[in-house]
């Protein structure tokens, strides 16, 4: 019963900035880390960046100084933006919660959202 949907996706030139958001819903006990990871084609899954419930980030190198990560615990919700965009990082973005539900504690991920860096 646990949803995560991501949203704020979509086409951009190079050097351009989005803002993805992430809502987490369902019977959760609690939320621990959440974070965005991507996927670009005929590429590994990589960690984006990583934010903890006390909101401790942590990025991937080649996003440092660029993207942001935040959280509102309130709402279940995460937030990247993503500026500076390069046409390299066109990926499709996931969000993903570790959360304990009922049964334990797991990884929940939504469907991702596709972003597209081109001129």
């Known amino acids: 019963q646990v949803q995560v949907v991501e949203s704020g996706g979509g086409l951009v030139q190079p050097g351009g900035s989005l803002r993805l958001s992430c809502v987490v819903s369902?019977?959760?006990?609690?939320?621990?880390?959440m974070g965005w990871y991507r996927q670009a084609p005929g590429k590994q899954r990589e960690l984006v960046a990583l934010?903890?419930?006390?909101?401790?980030?942590d990025y991937a190198d080649s996003v440092k100084g660029r993207f942001t990560v935040s959280r509102d615990n309130d709402k279940n919700t995460v937030l990247l933006q993503v500026n500076s965009l390069k046409p390299e990082e066109t990926a499709v973005y996931y969000c993903?919660?570790?959360?304990?539900?009922?049964?334990?504690?797991?990884?929940?991920w939504g469907q991702g959202t596709q972003v597209t860096v081109s001129s």
């Open positions: 369902g019977s959760i006990f609690s939320i621990y880390d």
């Open positions: 934010i903890t419930s006390g909101g401790t980030a």
């Open positions: 993903n919660a570790k959360a304990t539900v009922e049964s334990g504690t797991f990884d929940y």
